[in-house]
């Protein structure tokens, strides 16, 4: 059974740092991993999507990047805002069982940025 | 191109009602998946369907809990008889062609049960 950790659970940073988030999964077999962002109350919001045949991706001030072989995933904030306070979850979705369409959640962390 | 729409987006029901919750996804999407986010805990995978078929209902409880994508109209996540432990936030996603793309996900329905 696939399980998806993250650490820190909660993080408190001053505006301006950089930063940087860890997931980590048991099973290597992934097809991707996603990161995704959810501010409270609301939805989720896809930050960035990697292929299990890729290492990183990078969207603006966000590069996430993966290694299969020792089953984690790293989230970097460059320059951190105030509007990047929310919390951060990664998923994967797994090569094994009967359906690769299931995405296996990690807790999140929750990120402040403060002024 | 409007993203996935959820409907309700809070819903009140007393112990015993049956709950509707519909999804709508993005247009030209046709896999749906439901998530449900329970008070203090991660988000854990439901239900996974195709155009009037389930893929996937491995995270569905056993029973009171039903889910449909017909050919025409949303998807529907069907409770009967609820309970207070019901209460959770109820995620919609959708994604394109295959379920190894991108899923984008709804505002959610957050249900409370009295």
């Known amino acids: 059974k696939q399980e998806v950790t993250q650490i820190p659970a909660a993080l408190s940073v001053p505006e301006g740092e950089n930063l940087v988030l860890n997931c980590s999964f048991t099973?290597?077999?992934?097809?991707?991993l996603q990161w995704f962002r959810q501010d409270p109350g609301k939805g989720l919001t896809s930050l960035l999507l990697?292929?299990?045949?890729?290492r990183e991706q990078t969207s603006g001030r966000l590069n996430a990047s993966l290694d299969k072989s020792s089953g984690r995933s790293t989230l970097y904030i460059a320059a951190s805002q105030p509007g990047d306070s929310a919390t951060y979850l990664c998923?994967?979705?797994?090569?094994?069982?009967?359906?690769?369409?299931?995405?296996?959640f990690g807790q999140g962390t929750i990120l402040t940025v403060h002024p | 191109n409007a993203g996935v729409m959820q409907n309700p987006r809070h819903l009140v029901r007393r112990r015993g009602q049956e709950a509707r919750l519909r999804c709508s996804p993005m247009?030209?999407?046709?896999?749906v998946y439901w998530y449900r986010q329970l008070p203090e805990e991660g988000l854990k995978f439901m239900v996974y369907?195709?155009?009037?078929?389930?893929?996937?209902e491995s995270g569905m409880p056993k029973e009171r809990f039903s889910a449909e994508f017909p050919k025409e109209g949303p998807s529907i996540l069907r409770i009967q008889q609820v309970v207070r432990g019901d209460s959770a936030a109820y995620f919609c996603?959708?994604?394109?062609?295959?379920?190894?793309?991108?899923?984008?996900f709804g505002p959610g329905t957050r249900l409370l049960v009295l």
């Open positions: 996603a959708s994604s394109r062609r295959h379920s190894q793309e991108t899923q984008y």
């Open positions: 369907l195709q155009k009037e078929n389930i893929i996937d």
């Open positions: 099973d290597s077999a992934i097809y991707n």
């Open positions: 998923a994967d979705s797994n090569a094994g069982g009967t359906s690769y369409g299931k995405l296996t």
């Open positions: 990697i292929q299990s045949s890729q």
């Open positions: 247009k030209g999407h046709s896999h």
